[in-house]
């Protein structure tokens, strides 16, 4: 059974940085494209950026040069960097396969604001 844990969430100012991390059970990284996803209030979830079994990234428009999506293949942890944090970057941020092919984890709060 997959199991995938979101944390390093939290309330941070503009212009800020968080880091996050995905912990996952059940699942080889090493064989998976992997991705991180964000639902802010009232909009659909979004991807926002993924990463292949080989290490190659790929960013949404929006959070191109800020994020940095990484992963350690040896204990199954994945990564996103965020640094100069904006408002419009407030949601609830999930990890997941490349096209959320396994059961969604709780998610981690991401809030920016002043």
């Known amino acids: 059974q997959v199991q995938l844990v979101e944390s390093g969430g939290g309330l941070v100012q503009p212009g800020g940085s968080l880091r996050l991390s995905c912990a996952a059970s059940g699942i080889a990284f090493n064989r998976w494209s992997m991705a991180w996803y964000r639902r802010a209030p009232g909009k659909q979830r979004e991807l926002v950026a993924t990463?292949?079994?080989?290490?190659?990234?790929n960013y949404a428009d929006s959070v191109k040069g800020r994020f940095t999506i990484s992963k350690n293949n040896a204990d199954n942890t994945m990564y996103l960097q965020m640094n100069s944090l904006k408002p419009e970057d407030t949601a609830v941020y999930y990890c997941?396969?490349?096209?959320?092919?396994?059961?969604w984890g709780q998610g981690t709060q991401v809030t920016v604001s002043s």
């Open positions: 997941n396969t490349d096209g959320g092919y396994v059961n």
């Open positions: 990463i292949t079994s080989g290490g190659r990234t």
